[in-house]
Nanobody, 121 residues
Framework: QVQLVESGGGLVQAGGSLRLSCAASGIIFIINDMGWYRQAPGKQRELVARITSGGITNYADSVKGRFTISRDNAKTTVLLQMVSLEPTDTAVYYC???????????????WGQGTQVTVSS
């Protein structure tokens, strides 16, 4: 089993910054892509940003230029630096990781429990 533990959410005023962190642990052979998604009340979960094991990133148009995704050297922790936050960024943010637990197993997607980000106007 694999666990993803998120931290760093909270309440911030518009224009402020937050940094989210997600650490993966458990039976891990390799983690391929990692990413952040968010879900606002009454809306579907949407992609915020993803990063491959090689460091290639992609972002939702709504966060380009404001959010930066990165991974640590061990590639088991993913960070999301968020600046110039807007009230529309308010949501529960979920970490996602595509993990192979052994060299012979297929890839499986795991999710964190979510962390609340609230941006006040």
């Amino acid at each position: 089993q694999v666990q993803l533990v998120e931290s760093g959410g909270g309440l911030v005023q518009a224009g402020g910054s937050l940094r989210l962190s997600c650490a993966a642990s458990g039976i891990i052979f390799i983690i391929n892509d990692m990413g952040w998604y968010r879900q606002a009340p009454g809306k579907q979960r949407e992609l915020v940003a993803r990063i491959t094991s090689g460091g290639i990133t992609n972002y939702a148009d709504s966060v380009k230029g404001r959010f930066t995704i990165s991974r640590d050297n061990a590639k088991t922790t993913v960070l999301l630096q968020m600046v110039s936050l807007e009230p529309t960024d308010t949501a529960v943010y979920y970490c996602n990781a595509d993990v192979r637990s052994t060299w012979y197993s297929g890839e499986k997607a795991y999710w964190g429990q979510g962390t609340q980000v609230t941006v006040s106007s």
